[in-house]
């Protein structure tokens, strides 16, 4: 079957299609298999054909010369606001090495004085979907193994604008445990 013929199919037909192709090669294997099939040649013929779509990888990245020295302000964020992320998530989600990760920490890295942590998903090196599957499977993590952090304070009272106006309706609920 052409690539033309399958993009004038519905989704429901390529699924159906796909289902039956299978079920006819699993057919044909098991007939190989018993010593029943007398024409092998359909056994190659019968291959799905259909194109599966690729999962995407997660392979290097390329970080542009402009923010390379945003790392280490980011690792410094995610160090402060994320203590329950490990250094290999941290190295996983902004694209930066251990070494690094260590060396913030421990403020040795050669730029430590002029380092001011920064939200790494404003500085476009990760996306906040990314950063919050991070957050929660390291959370869950350390639930499983009774390891406690802090939670990130909530603040005292609702945000206020100058002139008596409370923005809190427009905030997210914040999840009081």
């Given at each position: 079957m052409r690539a033309r013929d399958l993009r004038d199919l519905t989704d429901d037909e390529l699924e159906h299609k796909l289902a039956d192709t299978r079920q006819e090669l699993f057919n044909l294997r098991f007939q190989a298999a018993t010593g029943a099939l007398e024409n092998t040649a359909r056994l190659k013929m019968a291959k799905v054909t259909i194109p599966l779509p690729a999962p995407r990888t997660k392979g290097p990245r390329y970080t542009p010369v402009s923010k390379r020295q945003d790392k280490p302000n980011a690792v410094m964020w995610l160090l402060r606001h994320h203590p329950e992320l490990g250094d290999a998530q941290i190295a996983r989600l902004i694209g930066t090495t251990k070494d690094t990760i260590a060396k913030v920490r421990e403020r040795s890295h050669w730029n430590a004085a002029n380092l001011k942590p920064q939200d790494p998903v404003l500085l476009g090196l990760c996306t906040q979907t990314d950063l919050n599957r991070a957050v929660e499977k390291?959370?869950?993590?350390?639930?499983?193994?009774?390891?406690?952090?802090?939670?990130?304070?909530?603040?005292?009272?609702?945000?206020?604008?100058?002139?008596?106006?409370?923005?809190?309706?427009?905030l997210p609920p914040t999840r009081q445990e």
């Open positions: 390291a959370r869950r993590a350390a639930e499983k193994s009774g390891t406690v952090h802090p939670q990130p304070a909530a603040p005292a009272e609702p945000a206020k604008l100058p002139g008596g106006f409370d923005i809190s309706h427009f």
